[in-house]
């Protein structure tokens, strides 16, 4: 009876040590994992801080990629003018040299050839000063051209893909070219929705510049076309040139008196049409900014020869 009695006493000792045992593993556990969670919160905040971080570097790139998009078009379309220009400096070098050669080859003159000798040379120094004059007013032009054609880039970036827009400086005119697909309805001169908001952009530029004249021409390609209201893509075009020009006119307040509507059918092509990505080229509709044709006159007028 005595043995039963310990051996009880003995069991309830160790039951009581193993409960008090898990109980102190408890507490700790549940101390551990206090613990851990505190450091995952923190992990969390550090997390956001640095996502923040990285959208604001991403933007900072983004921002910087556009700007150095916008230097490089900038660079390119300087180079094309200066490389220019200094073509024409060669050829009027070229034709000043030849003839001061004939000059120098004459060596026994009379007086009366001498007196000619002198005009001649008046007239080369006056056609210098002319030379210069255009010049001088052909860079202004370019410098103009330029700045015009970075700023329809830069306006026209957003939201628009490259195949649908293009824009060039040439000679004395900007002139943007634009997808059919982008400004008409299929086989229309009806204007898209999409269309209205391109041509509002350009409006503005074109706004910002009162002294320029603009010409829309119309191009299609050579599949034949027939209607109620079309004979042909000479139709076509020159619809597709007056729906153009009545939004700049009527959605955007552009004078009337600057605007140049004109249809070139299926001709001046760009690509084959005997494929649908070159059939596709020459559908287009061309936006030319250009200088008004009385400050050409003013150019080309002897008496702003400076003195």
């Given at each position: 009876?005595?043995t039963?009695?310990l051996?009880?006493?003995?069991l309830?000792l160790?039951?009581?040590l ?7 593993k ?5 101390s551990?994992?206090?613990?851990a969670?505190k450091?995952?919160?923190k ?5 956001n ?5 990285l959208e ?5 790139k983004?921002?910087?990629e ?11 379309l ?9 073509d024409?400096?060669?050829?009027i ?15 026994v003159?009379?007086q009366?050839?001498n007196?000619?000798?002198s ?6 120094e006056?056609?210098d ?16 051209n ?7 880039k ?7 893909e ?9 000679k004395t005119v900007?002139f ?18 999409r ?8 409006a503005k530029i ?9 010409m ?9 076309i ?19 020009v009545?939004?700049?006119q ?6 009337p ?12 092509i ?14 287009r509709t061309r936006?030319?900014i250009l ?7 003013d ?9």
């Open positions: 009876m005595n039963k009695i051996l009880f006493t003995v309830c160790s039951l009581s193993t409960s008090c045992i898990s109980k102190k408890f507490a700790g556990l549940k551990e994992l206090d613990a969670n450091d995952l919160g992990c969390g905040q550090d997390l801080t640095y996502m923040k971080r604001s570097c991403e933007l900072d983004e921002r910087l556009a700007d150095l998009r916008n230097a490089k078009s900038s660079t390119e300087r180079e094309e003018q200066i490389a220019d220009l200094k024409q400096i060669k050829d070098r070229s034709q000043r040299d030849k003839q001061l050669t004939q000059v120098d080859d004459l060596t003159l009379s009366s050839a007196e000619n000798i005009e001649t040379l008046s007239q080369l006056k056609k000063k002319y030379i210069h004059l255009l010049q001088a007013a052909k860079t202004k032009a370019d410098s103009i330029l700045a015009l054609a970075v700023n329809l830069g306006v026209l970036s957003e939201g628009i490259d195949r649908d827009v293009e824009i060039k400086v040439d900007v943007i070219n634009l997808s059919d697909k982008m400004l008409y309805q299929s086989g229309s001169s009806t204007i898209t929705p269309a209205n908001e391109v041509l509002g952009k350009i074109i706004q910002s510049r009162p002294d320029l004249e603009v829309v021409e119309g191009y299609t390609d050579n599949m034949p027939r209607s109620s209201c079309l004979e042909d893509n000479w139709d076509l075009s020159v619809k597709r040139a007056t729906s153009v009545r939004v700049l009527k959605n955007y307040g552009i004078d008196n600057r605007l140049i509507a004109s249809g070139r059918g299926e001709y001046n760009l690509a084959t049409n005997d494929t649908p990505e070159g059939r596709a080229t020459n559908r936006i030319i200088p008004k044709l009385d400050q050409f006159y150019l080309l007028n002897p008496n702003n020869i400076p003195n």
